[in-house]
């Protein structure tokens, strides 16, 4: 069964760090566009970081507008995982987040992705 698994969210204070992490299985992901989605209720998911792979071992990493520069997204397990730092969170970071992977571009469409994770909480709040 191919499926993606997020971990890592909670409740975290404004201006704190958080990690999350996805891990892929039942396939490899080594050469798919792995992206992180968020939503909040009523909104459209909006494209947070993609990893795109640039042949052999390397990654190439891209970021949304609103989170450039607080977020770094790297891959892990041979490319079957991503990790997802965020620093200096505020309470509009607040959100459901969501790992995807998929093969088609434009990367920042959350509609051209092939496997989703079923959503990690994040809450910024004090």
């Known amino acids: 069964q191919v499926q993606l698994v997020e971990s890592g969210g909670g409740l975290v204070q404004p201006g704190g760090s958080l990690t999350l992490s996805c891990a892929g299985s039942g396939r490899s992901f080594s050469t798919y566009v792995m992206a992180w989605f968020r939503q909040v209720p009523g909104k459209e998911r909006e494209f947070v970081a993609a990893?795109?792979?640039?042949?052999?071992?390397?990654?190439?990493?891209y970021y949304g507008d609103s989170v450039k520069a607080r977020l770094t997204i790297s891959r892990a397990n041979a490319g079957n995982a991503i990790d997802l730092q965020m620093d200096s969170l505020s309470p509009e970071d607040t959100a459901v987040y969501y790992c995807?992977?998929?093969?088609?571009?434009?990367?920042?469409?959350?509609?051209?992705?092939?496997?989703w994770g079923p959503g990690t909480q994040v809450t910024v709040s004090a």
């Open positions: 990893s795109t792979w640039g042949g052999r071992n390397t990654y190439y990493r």
């Open positions: 995807a992977a998929g093969l088609k571009r434009p990367f920042e469409d959350f509609r051209l992705y092939d496997y």
